[in-house]
C-alpha cells in the first residue's frame, strides 16, 4: 500500500485561507467563533497554576522550576530522561 503524503502546497494555501478569514473576522469587529459558547456550553476551565505569579523574570527563576521538577520526579520515583 502507498504511502500517503498530502500536499504541502495546498496546505499552504489552506492555513493561509485559515488565518486570513480570521483576520478578516477581528477586522470587521466580530468576535472569534467558538461553537461551544454558541451552543451555550460551558468551557472546560484551565486547571494549571503557574509556578511563579509574575512569571519567569531571570535565571534563578527558572532554575528553581527547575528543582521543584527534579524535587517533584524524586518523590514520585520518575525516572529522568537527560541525555547522556
Not at 502546497?9 to 466580530?30: C, E, I, N
Not at 523574570?57 to 520518575?78: G, H, N, P, V
Amino acid at each position: 500500500m502507498r504511502q500517503y503524503r498530502p500536499n504541502v502546497d495546498r496546505q499552504k494555501w489552506l492555513y493561509s485561507m485559515m488565518k486570513s478569514r480570521a483576520l478578516m473576522r477581528r477586522w470587521q469587529g466580530k468576535p472569534p467563533i467558538n461553537t461551544a459558547l454558541a451552543e451555550g456550553r460551558r468551557q472546560i476551565p484551565d486547571n494549571s497554576e503557574p509556578w511563579l505569579p509574575g512569571g519567569v523574570t531571570c535565571l534563578a527563576d527558572a532554575m528553581w522550576i527547575s528543582d521543584q521538577i527534579k524535587e517533584t520526579m524524586r518523590q514520585w520515583q520518575i525516572p529522568s530522561q537527560q541525555p547522556d
